[in-house]
């Protein structure tokens, strides 16, 4: 049971918007930032937002972050097959539990 | 051009020990917090424990507290863990991942895995 809550999978067909949600609570993301991730299949996770809506270099525009109160989401447009992966959002916990705490991940298929 | 290699997985018989090592190359490794992640066969991240530049602060989620240390060698840019008592349930890929204040595990090794079975 992760500590953030997403939905376990998502769809749509290439071109199409997609959102993955994420809710947490007041010691996690409603007191800190949000980071998401995105993992191909057989690889490493790669940092794909960072502080709710910040994007590293080498991330398409594509992809967006926002947070409100204790919930984040990740927003993907254009939606291409290559974007077929697990995504999990990550926050700092200021609970005893341990600094961070990520959710239980999401697939994405791209129909 | 950052890296983070891990190595020190294997196969290992509950109650057993293990010894993970990350060895960081392509950026000033004393100047970051270093971070272990695990991820179980077919599951999600799982955070493991993280330490300071300088050691002086380390951290671990409930589950491996006592059974877990965190460790670092900046002279030789390495991240270490050393796991005892080894159940089951350990059994995942480790990653060690470099987690500065801005953007949190912004790299990531490749993993290694660790399983824990008789």
Do not use: H
């Amino acid at each position: 049971q992760s500590v953030l809550t997403q939905p376990p999978s998502a769809s749509g067909t290439p071109g199409q918007r997609v959102t993955i949600s994420c809710s947490g609570s007041s010691s996690n993301i409603g007191s800190n930032t949000v980071n998401w991730y995105q993992q191909l299949p057989g690889t490493a996770p790669k940092l794909l937002i960072y502080s709710n809506n910040q994007r590293p270099s080498g991330v398409p525009d594509r992809f967006s972050g926002s947070k409100s109160g204790t919930s984040a989401s990740l927003a993907i447009s254009g939606l291409q097959s290559e974007d077929e992966a697990d995504y999990y959002c990550a926050a700092w916990d200021d609970s005893l539990n341990g600094p961070w705490v990520f959710g239980g991940g999401t697939k994405l298929t791209v129909l | 051009e950052v890296q983070l290699v891990e190595s020190g997985g294997g196969l290992v018989q509950p109650g057993g020990s293990l010894r993970l090592s990350c060895a960081a190359s392509g950026f000033t490794f004393s100047s970051y917090w270093m971070s272990w992640v695990r991820q179980a066969p077919g599951k999600g991240l799982e955070w493991v424990a993280n330490i300071k530049q300088d050691g002086s602060e380390k951290y671990y989620v409930d589950s491996v507290k006592g059974r877990f240390t965190i460790s670092r060698d900046n002279a030789k840019n390495s991240l270490y863990l050393q796991m005892n008592s080894l159940r089951a349930e350990d059994t995942a890929v480790y990653y060690c991942a470099r987690e500065p204040t801005e953007r949190p595990f912004d790299y990531w090794g490749q993993g290694t895995l660790v399983t824990v079975s008789s």
